[in-house]
């Protein structure tokens, strides 16, 4: 399977404990983008990378979120202290970036989906 | 920043055309696009408009006019398999993406 894939696909965690999040792109994408999706709602832009460089932030996103993508490779996302408003499916997407059309063509996982009770 | 609008639901008969309209407001962007989501599983790109006009895939149209801040994504010949929710996303100048709200498309028999 050469599409994108994250891990864990569900995660049920108590408030306060902090929980990290996988995402690995297509090989060939630079781009790497997390959203926040909840019920009913479009995804919420959390931050991007090209390569490994951090180049988006949400102003939304509170400094318990925290993400890397060491050699511009796979990614994680880190929450620190979950509280119970951050329950939510978080997905990650990738793209090309080479000038075109296709920089607009983002390449979701499957998501996951974190419980904080 | 961006800020778009969507009907919230749409419904359509199997085998007709739907139209899905999206409002926008935005300091700038690269263009607009579409994609579909089924229950339970992930958005899947359907189309994108660069430039004003319509676009032209298959059983799906999208359309953008920057001057109206206005696009819409065209579903022809519906299909049972069409049900979904559909957004439509800007990329701004700061290369992050902003969804819309979604529209639930329902298609009965």
């Known amino acids: 399977d050469t599409g994108v894939s994250q891990n864990p696909r569900h995660k049920i965690t108590k408030r306060g404990q902090n929980v990290t999040f996988r995402c690995d792109p297509i090989?060939?994408?630079?781009?790497l983008y997390w959203y926040r999706q909840t019920l009913g709602q479009g995804p919420e832009f959390l931050t991007y990378?090209?390569?490994?460089?951090?180049?988006?932030k949400s102003r939304l996103l509170s400094d318990r979120f925290s993400a890397e993508r060491p050699k511009g490779s796979f990614s994680t996302l880190e929450i620190q202290r979950t509280e119970q408003g951050d329950s939510a499916m978080y997905l990650c997407?990738?793209?090309?970036?080479?000038?075109?059309?296709?920089?607009?063509?983002?390449?979701f996982g499957p998501g996951t989906r974190l419980t904080v009770l | 920043g961006q800020s778009l609008e969507q009907p919230s639901e749409v419904t359509a008969v199997e085998g007709a055309i739907v139209q899905i309209n999206c409002t926008y407001q935005?300091?700038?962007?690269?263009?607009l696009s579409w994609y579909q989501q089924h229950d339970g599983g992930a958005p899947t790109f359907l189309s994108y408009?660069?430039?004003?006009g319509l676009e032209e895939t298959g059983r799906f149209s999208s359309f953008l006019s920057r001057s109206d801040s206005y696009g819409y994504l065209l579903l022809q010949e519906l299909q049972m398999k069409d049900s979904a929710s559909y957004f439509c996303?800007?990329?701004?100048?700061?290369?992050?993406?902003?969804f819309g709200p979604g529209t639930r498309l329902s298609v009965l028999p």
């Open positions: 935005t300091s700038g962007f690269y263009g």
């Open positions: 408009n660069a430039l004003d």
């Open positions: 090989s060939e994408h630079n781009r």
């Open positions: 997407a990738s793209s090309l970036r080479a000038g075109g059309r296709e920089d607009n063509e983002q390449f």
């Open positions: 990378f090209q390569n490994e460089a951090q180049l988006e």
């Open positions: 996303a800007v990329m701004g100048y700061g290369q992050n993406f902003v």
